[in-house]
C-alpha cells in the first residue's frame, strides 16, 4: 500500500479562488514534498518542508505539516489556469530513504 | 545541463520479450528511483538506490530488476514482459540534505506497452 494519501482525488474550482488539498501518510517521516505534474508530463518539485517545521511558503503556495496528525495541506492562492494539473505529495521515511508518493489530487481552475 | 534523461521515450514489447530502460542523470545526485505510474494509482516505487553499486526494492519489485553500475546510470530491466506491466515508467534523482533524500528531479517517462 502507498505511504501517502491525497484528498480529495480532484478538485474544480474558479479561477481566482482558492485550492486546498490535503496528504495523509502513515509512518514517521524526515521530511514531506509536494510535486506538481502536468498531463503526461513528468513531475516538477514545489515545496519541501522537514518534520520539524509546521509552516512553509514559496509565492502562491503555502504547505502546512502536522506530525501528530500525520497530514499535511498544500494551499494555492489566486488560482489560475496554468495551475491545472495533477498535485502529488511525496514522503522520506525515517529509517530509509526511499521516496514515495501519494495518489495524487487532480485540479481544474476553470477560467 | 539534461538534467535526468530516459530512453527511450516509447516503447511496444510482445509478452515475455525483455528489455531494458536506461536512466542517466548529469547533477552527480546520489539517490535515483524507478516509478510506474497507471491510472489512479499514483506513482508507485519500484526500485531504488541510494548511491553508486547499491540497489532496495520499492513498493512493487516483482518482475524488475536494476543495477546501478554507475552513480550516474540507473538500469531498469524486464527479463519476460507482461501485460500488466504496460504502464509509464519514470526515473528520478535526488540529492541529499542532511542523510535525506530533497528535491527530485524527473525524467520525461517512457510509455510502455506489452501486448
Known amino acids: 500500500s502507498q505511504q501517502g494519501e491525497e484528498d480529495p482525488q480532484a478538485l474544480s474550482i474558479q479561477e481566482g479562488e482558492n485550492a486546498t488539498m490535503n496528504c495523509s501518510y502513515k509512518t514517521s517521516i524526515n521530511n514531506l514534498q509536494w510535486y506538481r505534474q502536468n498531463s503526461g508530463r513528468g513531475l516538477v518539485h514545489l515545496i519541501l518542508i522537514r518534520s520539524n517545521e509546521r509552516e512553509k511558503h514559496s509565492g502562491r503556495l503555502r504547505v502546512t505539516l502536522d506530525t501528530s496528525k500525520k497530514s499535511s495541506s498544500l494551499l494555492i492562492t489566486a488560482s489560475r489556469a496554468a495551475d491545472t494539473a495533477s498535485y502529488f505529495c511525496a514522503t522520506e521515511q525515517v529509517g530509509n530513504e526511499k521516496l514515495t508518493f501519494g495518489t495524487g489530487t487532480r485540479l481544474t481552475i476553470i477560467p | 545541463n539534461a538534467g535526468v534523461t530516459q530512453t527511450p521515450k516509447f516503447r511496444v514489447l510482445k509478452t515475455g520479450q525483455s528489455m531494458t530502460l536506461l536512466c542517466a542523470q548529469d547533477?552527480?545526485?546520489?539517490?535515483m528511483y524507478w516509478y510506474r505510474q497507471d491510472p489512479g494509482m499514483g506513482l508507485r516505487l519500484i526500485h531504488y538506490?541510494?548511491?553508486?553499486?547499491?540497489?532496495a526494492k520499492g513498493e512493487v519489485p516483482d518482475g524488475y530488476n536494476v543495477s546501478r553500475l554507475k552513480k550516474q546510470n540507473f538500469l531498469l530491466g524486464l527479463e519476460s514482459a507482461a501485460p500488466s506491466q504496460t504502464s509509464v515508467y519514470f526515473c528520478?534523482?535526488?540529492?541529499?540534505?542532511?542523510?535525506?533524500?530533497?528535491?527530485?528531479?524527473f525524467g520525461q517517462g517512457t510509455r510502455l506497452t506489452v501486448v
Open positions: 547533477m552527480n545526485h546520489e539517490y
Open positions: 528520478a534523482s535526488s540529492y541529499s540534505v542532511w542523510g535525506a533524500p530533497a528535491e527530485a528531479f
Open positions: 538506490s541510494v548511491g553508486e553499486g547499491t540497489t
